[in-house]
């Protein structure tokens, strides 16, 4: 299966924050949103980094609380793993657990297309697995 599968059933909206908002308006943004992460656009609109709730407590850790006041640019992840909607699940979890990440844009021609979480890997998984077990089922009934 393929990333492009994940995104016609999850959909391809991604929110998305700029580079200057404060960490305070990121923190609202993710519990609005229910989400983990963000990828950061810059002011062309294309992608510069991603910020995870992850970067905040780490970084608040080392900064106190003064960091609320921060931008996002000061403690986004400007390094992206990213991958496109013809890349194969397996190979995007392998990319995932490679580089430690949860939360990978799906880029194609240099835009934004989606943004799938370890979640989305690990349902579509789950999915695949209830899909073969019915599958085993059906057959043993049916005697083989």
Known sequence: MR????????????????????????????????????VVVGPDGGVVGIVSERDVVRTL????????????ADIMSKVLVTCSPDDQIDDLSALMTHNRVRHVPVMQGGRLVG??????????????????????????????
């Open 115 to 144: 943004i799938v979480s370890i979640g989305d890997v690990v349902k579509n998984r789950m999915e695949q697995l209830q899909a073969e077990q019915e599958h085993l089922q059906a057959y043993i009934t049916q005697g083989g």
């Open 61 to 72: 850790h080392d900064h106190g609380p003064d960091l609320l006041r921060s931008a996002v």
């Open 3 to 38: 990333i492009a599968d994940i995104l016609r059933s999850k959909g391809t909206t991604v929110a998305t924050i700029t580079e200057t908002t404060t960490v305070t308006g990121l923190l609202a943004e993710l519990a609005i949103h229910n989400i983990g992460a963000m």
